[in-house]
């Protein structure tokens, strides 16, 4: 018998139909746990590199957690897994809600996408009953429209979906699933494959290894983290945090600071957000509540967290009720509410610098409101000017020339970015944002504090209750004062944590809000390196410890590293954008990517050794470079 | 002819619509309990209690496990909350042939809430940190002749009860004699 996991993947080839039902091995679970993590040992098995993101040979790949549905607290997060078009590499994005258990409980741990399908199709998985099916009657139809219309005609499914975006592929769209989105780089290629939606239900048992172990820890657990208060999103409710961002991320095309603008809106903008929500609500299994359900006069319902909640206003120097009715119309394009209101603010600065003409946007409005519906409608739909601003600010700066290259600033490997612009370099972050797999900072920041604590009274403090924490982190923590740089030894270290914890979350599908995403903020995630295995191992069987865990990691990270190699990644890709800091040390930075490679066990080009590779028993890609040439046979 | 009051405890859960935030933790935490050996699977679909919801409705609705039922009942009311309609039968918490709710996926066996009786108190309210589910205990006082009420079925006996009212007393006696033999 199979624990945690189910044992089976589901293989789809949209292009002839067929579908299987496949056993996995279990020793890849063991090798890599599940998720994004065996996700990633299959894209390295059969996605060569000469296939393109809208190649039907491309694979999309919905992986539960390894812990998905089973009694581990906040473990619900689907990793969908492809390559993009932004990128050409390697992508990563992932959801809550409910999808990755439910898929667990129809009997599977992933799904597997491969072809083309010639028209729009949903899948319907219902236990073993698994179908292709017409999806026109869907066609334009809102992401959140489409999982209305599926769950009236499937009750109890649980629906991933993409909206009008996606279907056009356009690149900065997203798969939404009720209060959450897998948002980043992976859309387009669902859309590609003409796949509107998933659409799934399952009544089958997740079985667990060692049952009253695991339940006696997750159990006690429920109020610990519901009074934990840095996990989940803290800044989902806080007004303090709304002020952070408003203030402290950059309006318009990630360009102006507005210090102190939060003080001047805090009583009508709270108002407001309390005004329009109808609740908080969680993901499954999953006590806090980070998500809101808000009903806006004129838009379907939808729900925001976080940030999301301002990109939109910020982008067009516009205020929240704004913010609130676009977000009704974005989320059912399925749009990634991060990267769209930057390519929409791109455009209207290329049309301020007369780059974009009359010509290009007749009959534009004046005020930023307006100008953000109205290149809305012509980027989902891909009309005229829009069908450049689709493919995101890299490629439409490119494709439109004329020096819009020099207003795409603020873009890693292609990629929009958090609008954040900065005074003084932080050297973790400049390693996080070079060379970061996962291009987004959300996804790769997280275990180390991103402040200094100036009294050494509640330094020590912090220290001593620390758990989380590997000791030499004990020991940078105690010695950082305010506005000190950190040394290379601590940027690469405290680097190496913040993805390793990440990596752990997108293998067993517990949330970054519980674990790799909060240690940053007050040190006390639930979830942490010395406690995952003791969770891990009950509910699998696997043998686990802190050491093991962190192996697993590190191999899965060089394993996404070497797709991406093999794909023609470089040292030269790696870099942030050249405004994110306004002072800058080049020849610190350069040794500190040099220190980061090092420590990695790469080369100083970025390309993993192959003592790395046979460390971490990946042979099989030393022979694959070999092949390639990318290493010599000696 | 007059009858005498007398004290009978009662116990029930409320549930707070307003409160609920849709983590279904009370159905996971209910089908390990239930699962057998206890905790050694995970199921919503063996839950007795499941939340019922319509996210973009805003419709949040624990709905327990209440009674078997051999037969549809004569249920044909439909409410209409925040917009959309739904049949009586949406809330209702029988285990009843006409749907799925409430009955063992497998065997189709009934399922019914037994308050945790192994626990110290219901598991779904423990794990409720919402308070959507609050557990509550209190004496009545009722009448004499109303206090009886037979004896809780057991899970056992609730499942064969059903087997009773689909194949007849004597196809199931039968085959239990056979099963004997066999062993």
Not at chain 1, 269 to 293: E, F, I, S
Not at chain 1, 515 to 538: A, D, E, K
Not at chain 2, 77 to 99: H, L, M, V, W
Request: with cysteine; charged share 25%; hydrophobic share 35%.
């Amino acid at each position: 018998m199979r624990y945690a996991e189910t044992g089976y993947n589901l293989e789809i080839d949209l292009s002839t139909g067929n579908i299987e039902r496949v056993e996995t091995d279990p020793g890849l679970t063991e090798l890599h746990l599940g998720g994004h993590g065996t996700a990633a040992k299959i894209m390295w098995d059969r996605v060569p590199p000469e296939v393109e993101a809208f190649s039907p040979e491309n694979l999309l790949i919905f992986s539960s957690g390894l812990l998905d549905g089973t009694p581990v607290i906040g473990a619900n997060r689907c990793t969908v897994t492809t390559i993009a078009p932004h990128t050409n590499l390697h992508a990563h994005s992932n959801m809550g809600g409910y999808f990755g258990p439910e898929l667990k409980f129809a009997g599977y741990d992933k799904i597997i996408f491969r072809g083309k399908s010639p028209k729009l199709v949903y899948l319907w998985i219902h236990n073993d009953k698994v179908e292709i099916r017409d999806a026109s009657h869907l066609q334009g139809k809102g992401a959140m429209e489409t999982q209305i219309i599926l769950q009236e005609e499937l009750p109890g499914a649980q629906v991933a979906a993409i909206g009008l975006a996606g279907e056009n592929r356009v690149y900065i769209s997203s798969i939404e699933h009720y209060s959450t989105a897998a948002a980043r780089l992976v859309a387009p290629v669902m859309g590609d494959k003409m796949l509107k939606a998933i659409a799934v239900r399952g009544t089958k048992d997740i079985n667990i290894a060692r049952p009253a172990e695991l339940w006696q820890l997750c159990n006690s657990k429920y109020q610990e983290i519901y009074d934990n208060p840095v996990a989940g999103d803290t800044m989902y409710n806080d007004v303090e945090a709304d002020a952070f961002h408003t203030d402290n991320f950059a309006w318009g095309n990630a360009r102006t600071r507005r210090k102190g603008f939060w003080a001047g809106v805090n009583d009508e903008w709270v108002a407001l957000a309390d005004n329009l929500r109808m609740r908080w609500t969680g993901c499954y299994n999953c006590p806090k509540n980070c998500h809101q359900a808000v009903s806006v006069p004129g838009r379907p319902n939808y729900f925001v967290k976080c940030f999301r909640r301002f990109t939109y206003a910020m982008g067009a120097y516009e205020d929240l009720m704004f913010n609130y009715d676009i977000l009704g119309l974005t989320q059912e394009y399925g749009l990634d509410a991060f990267a769209t209101p930057q390519v929409l603010a791109f455009a209207i600065e290329l049309y301020e610098a007369g780059i974009l003409t009359d010509e290009d946007l007749p009959d534009f409005p004046s005020d930023g409101a307006g100008r953000f519906y109205y290149l809305l409608e012509k980027v989902v739909r891909r009309e005229g000017i829009g069908d450049a601003l689709a493919n995101g600010v890299y490629r439409a700066a490119r494709q439109i020339g004329k020096g819009a290259e020099e207003f795409d600033h603020n873009t890693i490997k292609k990629v929009e970015q958090i609008p954040m612009k900065l005074s003084m370099i932080n050297y973790a972050f400049f390693l996080m944002l070079s060379t970061g797999e996962k291009t987004n900072i959300t996804q790769i920041e997280g275990s180390y504090p991103q402040e200094p604590e100036p009294d050494l009274e509640k330094r020590k403090e912090l220290v001593d209750g620390w758990e989380a924490a590997p000791e030499r982190f004990k020991e940078y923590f105690m010695k950082w004062e305010p506005r000190q740089e950190f040394s290379i030894e601590e940027a690469t270290n405290i680097v190496d944590w913040n993805e390793t914890m990440h990596y752990i979350d997108d293998a067993i599908g517990t949330c970054a809000f519980l674990c790799s995403f909060r240690g940053q903020f007050g040190q006390r995630p639930p979830y942490h390196i010395y406690n995952l295995s003791n969770f891990i191992s009950p509910a699998t069987g696997l043998d686990l410890d802190p050491d093991k865990l962190w192996k697993i990691a590190r191999r899965n990270r060089n394993l996404v590293r070497a797709f991406n190699i093999r794909r023609g990644l470089r040292r030269i890709d790696e870099a942030p954008p050249a405004d994110h800091w306004k002072h800058r040390n080049p020849e610190k930075e350069q040794a500190c990517l040099d220190a980061y490679y090092e420590l990695k066990g790469w080369t100083n080009d970025g390309i993993p050794t192959k003592e790395t590779l046979h460390e971490l028993g990946l042979d099989y890609v030393i022979e694959d470079f070999i092949q390639r040439g990318i290493f010599t046979a000696d | 002819m007059k009858s005498e009051l007398v004290k009978k405890k009662v116990k029930k859960i409320k549930i707070n619509l307003d409160k609920c935030i849709g983590c279904r933790a009370c159905e996971l935490v209910c089908s390990a309990i239930h699962a057998k050996p206890k905790y050694s699977s995970t199921n919503p679909a063996r839950s007795r209690i499941r939340v019922v919801m319509d996210v973009f409705k805003d419709a949040y609705v624990p709905i327990i496990a209440a009674e078997y039922s051999k037969a549809a009942c004569v249920g044909r009311n439909d409410y209409t909350i925040n917009g959309k309609t739904y049949s009586e039968c949406s809330f209702c918490g029988a285990s009843c042939p006409t749907r799925e709710l409430f009955r063992e996926p497998d065997s189709g066996l009934p399922l019914k809430c037994d308050l945790c009786e192994s626990e110290s108190g219901p598991m779904c309210v423990k794990v409720c940190t919402a308070n959507a589910l609050v557990y509550e205990e209190r004496e009545v006082e009722v009448k004499d002749e109303v206090k009886y009420k037979v004896k809780e079925l057991s899970d056992m006996e609730l499942g064969l009860k059903s087997l009773v009212d689909r194949y007849g007393s004597q196809k199931i006696v039968d085959t239990m004699v056979r099963m004997i033999k066999k062993e």
